[in-house]
């Protein structure tokens, strides 16, 4: 089918489908809570400062609040942007990786499991902002948190045909539980936008369609503050 991607939709039908799923996450999340089990986390918590860089950063989030419109409008800013530097998980080669190893590229952080159903629609269009948007300036960090090992997220991916994610875990769920923590994780997927900094400045709940001319924009104002 012309325009269709390698799962065979088009970005139109994977956005109406998108829409559906982040309206059925929301009803789910909203009746049971949290719907991913917490176990023992692997990364500590870091204590705020009130002299943390992030927490001057509230006109930054207030900006990318704005630019949050259309297909990525459940991006919101952070009321207090906190530092998420600290975050701890597995590179592609299996060795520890820090967030802060990134620092200096603005960040779209997405956290994913292989049994999340909107997952599973959102990835294409995050492979597909990653290989349009991704450079030195910016990248899609997506971090699975399946438990075991990597066979079964390597397989999805493959399946879904992404090209440009890099698979980054987190099977002790570590990550997602320190976001659990910091009341920015209640479900998957969950998303969060990390300044050059290391500086949450914005985080939503549930899929969005990252492929369009919406996310694009909203990339680019990212990347300039």
């Known amino acids: 089918m012309a325009g269709s991607d390698e799962t065979g939709k088009t970005p139109r039908n994977r956005s109406r489908k998108i829409i559906s799923l982040a309206a059925l996450a929301g009803i789910f999340a909203g009746a049971v809570g949290v719907y991913v089990m917490e176990r023992p986390s692997g990364n500590i918590v870091a204590t705020t400062n009130p002299d943390d860089q992030c927490t001057l950063k509230t006109a930054n989030a207030k900006a990318i609040d704005k630019a949050a419109t259309g297909a990525v409008a459940a991006m919101r800013g952070a009321d207090s942007p906190q530092s998420m530097g600290s975050l701890t998980f597995t590179g592609p080669d299996g060795k520890p990786v820090r967030l802060e190893d990134f620092k200096g590229k603005t960040l779209l952080v997405n956290l994913w499991a292989t049994w999340c159903l909107p997952c599973r629609e959102e990835m ?16 899609v960090v997506t971090i699975n948190i399946d ?9 999805f991916l493959s399946e879904i045909g992404v090209k440009s994610l890099e698979l980054y875990r987190d099977p002790s769920m570590g990550v997602f539980n320190d976001l659990k923590r910091k009341n920015l994780a209640f479900g998957l997927p969950v998303t969060m936008l990390v300044d050059k900094e290391g500086c ?10 990252w492929s369009g001319e919406d996310a694009a924009r909203f990339i680019e104002a990212a990347k300039a503050l």
């Not at 269009?125 to 948007?133: F, P, R, V």
């Not at 438990?147 to 397989?155: H, I, N, Q, V």
């Not at 985080?203 to 369609?209: L, R, S, T, V």
Request: proline share 9%; glycine share 12%; charged share 35%.
């Open 124 to 139: 294409p269009a995050l492979d597909a902002l990653e290989t349009k948007k991704g450079g030195d300036d910016f990248k």
């Open 147 to 155: 438990t075991g090992d990597e066979a079964k997220p390597k397989a």
């Open 200 to 209: 949450q400045i914005a985080a939503m709940n549930g899929p969005a369609e």
